[in-house]
């Protein structure tokens, strides 16, 4: 099994930052892409960002604010969240796919980490 952790998550103030971490532990042999998603109240889970192999893909309304990053040893990847806005208000989950050491399909979510950004 495959576990995630992640922390960093929040009461921030608009125009401040804040940074989120996601460990991954467990029957990972790769994992080929990790990334951020985040729900809002009353909206559909969303596409923050993902990295996969030094390549990062970000959504529209984050770009320039919000980077992605990811230790490959530890199997961690981090959101570093800059600028924030009250509509960045949402829980953010973890995401990781990949293979597991019998080379089975992996992909897992993590419990997710609530993000509140008000004055």
């Known amino acids: 099994q495959v576990r995630l952790v992640e922390s960093g998550g929040g009461l921030v103030h608009p125009g401040g930052s804040l940074r989120l971490s996601c460990a991954a532990s467990g029957d990972i042999f790769r994992a080929n892409v990790m990334g951020w998603y985040r729900q809002a109240p009353g909206k559909q889970r969303e596409l923050v960002a993902t990295?996969?192999?030094?390549?990062?893909n970000y959504a529209d309304s984050v770009k320039g604010r919000f980077t992605i990053s990811r230790d490959n040893a530890q199997y961690t990847v981090y959101l570093q969240m800059n600028s924030l806005k009250p509509e960045d208000t949402a829980v953010y989950y973890c995401?990781?796919?990949?293979?597991?050491?019998?080379?089975?399909?992996?992909?897992?979510w993590g419990q997710g980490t609530l993000v509140t950004v008000s004055s």
């Open positions: 990295e996969t192999s030094g390549n990062t």
């Open positions: 995401n990781i796919a990949g293979l597991t050491m019998s080379y089975r399909r992996l992909e897992v």
